[in-house]
């Protein structure tokens, strides 16, 4: 190195030059990093932090054999931004005319091709395209610089969701020539029409339609869970939303090596019901069926596993399609089964005769005279409801059972008292919630014996007088099918995660045990009596043990019990002597020849079309010699 | 100081200067290159990210029309539509068989095995079931 230049007069020249250069960059870091630093990185935050949701999928609801009952569909959201075409176009024609023209040749083509995949008017299509203005308050207007009380109308709904396959066609929209090659195709002919934009989300559908709906329930519109399993499993199906924090270029795409923070959505839970969508289909068909025949008020079927309490099926007429659930009245949406209350009439006759049995204070031998028109009772004389039919000899409690004796049923529960009889009523559930997992239950009507009229204990044993719902019912006739046991309304079988594993098994639940094990054996074999010389002969299927009781109550219309308004009733179960499922028919106020409705000619026949479907599909197996013989014979697994 | 030690550590500095603008160029081009490469695989993982999510909702949609086309409705109606004529089974049309079926088709496999007739020098042979005398 020359001794010219490490002079030290170009020494000092070139120090004090370099120091000062970093001295001027050491201001200005001060100047970005101290004084000015909350307004740039307001500005950098703004224009390049980005924090994107990331949808957690709600979980499906499945019924038991794996069918879905809802799910969740993804769906695109398709909007337009009117003036960003327009803004493009001007843009490039500032600079190139004849290319502003070919480009909006090509934009045009585009929508052309959207139209088509949309099933669309190309005049409708392009009205969505047709720059707009919108006002504003003039005091917030200062979104695009002026004050003028309006501004640019960014965003306009152009479908509110395509699915997936249909959107992968709009994607694939590519109106360059046919005989281009492929590779050599520009990017401005392919792709979305400009100012298209995209928003995804999920869609809450039910492709079973009407079928359980009011078991399933909906999401609404605000996407909040409305009624049945989706409101009572919200916390497991509806999953957490995730979000990731990172930053975007120019052109608003995510610059995924700046991403900071990132929590993943985690996809709700499945919830598996106990419905059999099989069993579910029959009732609610034999439901389409008697609304048709009889064009009842009100009906309500309900099937459930008798060992386990487990729901099978649970419908009411009329119902809904839950993805249309904005076209029926609220009251319709009502799951009539738990909410609505009914008298309970001869179904009740069970309590009645349960409680003298295992109090000891009757066999099934035991007989009364049924024929007398009241009875003198605690010093008084009460009148007796009057039986349809007058009875030559004393009936014993069985008989009383089989053919309904009013009569009989209110001396089974003079026998008992009233203390012990509404005892007994509570035991069997009634005037308290069954625990139905969903909502809305109402837990009947039972007053207490000190606020009973001197008539109650005639009427009450006889099912009247108290208030009860069609699972209340239905769940104290499957106390005797199961052993004595009154078991707990369950619908929900599992939860599993999104990826199938699963995470909680839900067993069968005893609530209380109302009788010894016996006496529920007895009741079971004189409840079979009712379908085999009783009022519930046409139940009876050949083979099977059926055991059951038919109801017929008078509906209470402006404070009167109506002659001609009636609730039909049948519960029953089978095989008697090892029963497998219990079913309930109600018919509110059906519509039948002559005028009555009993349970007898309305809900009995239900009754055995839905049992013989329950019998081939469940493979219920007969308990006794079926005496018919088989239309097809196999021997030796030969024809 | 004296000029040939003034000298010496000018051009000491200046070789060090030039050794670190060298090193801190190697590191900030390597910081570069870097850069570059976790940019590529992130947006790499992006990709697969997307894809996959892609998948999901494709996934999800088929699940949603498979669960569709298969509800009892539609089934009925191609039923009609098909002329396939089925009806629910009904318990006089049912014939149960109480005995196993595995064991009812291997004894009728077997007997139709021991059955055929048997050509050349081979003696027939007979099974007989081994039962056990209690002791």
Known sequence: ?639 | MNKSSTHAFVNKLLVYTVLTIGFNGTVGLGTVWMRHQIAETAAATKQHENRLAAVERRLAETTSRLAAEQSPDKLEAKNVSVNLGLVRPEESRIVRIEESPEERLAAKRNLEIFATDVEGDFASVQFKRHVQQPL
């Not at chain 1, 009952?69 to 003036?83: I, K």
């Not at chain 1, 179904?347 to 003198?376: H, M, Q, Y």
């Open chain 1, 1 to 639: 190195m020359s001794k010219g230049f490490a002079s030290s007069y170009r020494l000092v020249l070139l120090a004090t030059t370099v120091l000062l250069c970093f001295a001027g960059v050491g201001a200005r870091l001060v100047q970005l990093h101290v004084l000015d630093r909350a307004r740039l990185v307001s500005y950098v935050d703004r224009a390049r932090r980005t924090v994107e949701t990331d949808r957690a999928r709600r979980g499906d609801i499945l019924d038991a054999r794996g069918d879905v009952l809802a799910t969740s569909r993804p769906l695109v959201q398709l909007a337009v931004d009117p003036w960003a075409l327009e803004e493009y176009i001007e843009h490039v024609a500032k600079h190139n005319a004849d290319r502003a023209v070919a480009l909006e040749s090509i934009e045009r083509r585009k929508r052309i091709a959207l139209a088509q995949i949309l099933a669309m008017p190309l005049g409708d299509l392009e009205e969505f395209w047709k720059p707009d203005w919108r006002k504003v308050d003039p005091e917030l207007d200062s979104r695009d610089g002026l004050r003028d009380g309006r501004i640019k109308s960014r965003w306009v709904k152009l479908d509110e969701g395509v699915t997936e396959s249909v959107f992968n066609k709009i994607r694939g929209i590519n109106v360059s020539d046919v005989d281009e090659p492929e590779d050599q195709i520009s990017a401005v002919y392919k792709g979305l029409p400009r100012g298209l934009t995209i928003s995804r989300h999920y869609e809450r559908e039910y492709p079973l339609n009407r079928l359980a709906a009011h078991v399933i329930g909906f999401m609404n519109r605000e996407d909040e869970a409305s009624g049945g399993v989706e409101a009572f499993a919200d916390f497991y199906l509806r999953g957490q939303d995730g979000w990731r924090e990172s930053e975007k270029d120019g052109r608003r795409r995510e610059l995924a090596q700046f991403r900071t923070r990132q929590v993943p959505a985690s996809d709700g839970y499945q919830v598996v019901l106990s419905i059999d969508s099989v069993v579910q289909h029959l009732i609610e068909s034999e439901l389409a069926m008697m609304a048709e025949t009889y064009k009842p008020e009100k009906a309500t079927i309900i099937v459930s596993d008798a060992k386990s309490g487990f729901l099978l099926g649970m419908a009411n007429y009329p119902t809904y399609d839950l993805n249309h659930y904005t076209e029926v009245k609220l009251e319709v949406q009502r799951n009539t089964a738990v909410t609505d209350l009914i008298d309970p009439g001869s179904t009740f006759k069970i309590v009645a005769a349960s409680g003298a049995l295992e109090d000891g204070l009757v066999t099934p031998s035991t007989r009364f005279n049924c024929s007398i028109a009241s009875i003198e009772y605690k010093g008084r004389v009460r009148r007796f409801m009057p039986d349809e039919h007058t009875y030559h000899h004393p009936l014993s409690v069985a008989e009383i059972i089989s053919q309904s004796s009013n009569i009989g049923a209110a001396q089974l529960g003079m026998r008992l008292g009233e203390q012990r009889m509404y005892d007994y009523a509570r035991q069997f559930g009634f005037g308290e919630k069954s625990g139905f997992p969903l909502g809305y239950e109402s837990k009947g009507l039972l007053n207490t014996p000190d606020k009973w009229s001197a008539l109650e204990i005639t009427r009450i044993p006889a099912g009247y007088s108290i208030s009860a719902t069609p699972i209340q019912i239905h769940y104290a006739m499957a106390s005797i099918a199961s052993d004595g046991a009154l078991l707990k309304p369950q619908l929900i079988r599992e939860i599993r995660a999104a990826s199938g594993e699963s995470i909680y098994n839900f067993g069968g639940v005893t609530r209380r045990r109302v009788m010894k094990p016996q006496v529920a054996r007895a009741m079971a074999q004189m409840l079979r009596g009712v379908t085999q010389i009783g009022t519930g002969r046409d139940a009876a299927i050949d083979g099977y043990q059926i055991a059951g009781k038919t109801g017929t109550a008078q509906k209470l219309i402006d404070g009167k019990y109506s002659k001609r308004h009636h609730v039909g009733s049948f519960v029953g179960f089978f095989p008697a002597s090892a029963p497998e499922v219990v079913v309930t028919v109600i018919v509110d106020d059906a519509k039948v020849e002559g005028g009555t409705n009993y349970g007898s000619k309305v809900a009995v026949p239900a009754f055995r079309r839905v049992a013989k479907g329950l019998i081939s599909y469940l493979d219920i197996k007969p308990v006794e010699e079926i005496t018919t013989q088989p239309l097809l014979a196999l021997e030796g697994g030969r024809r």
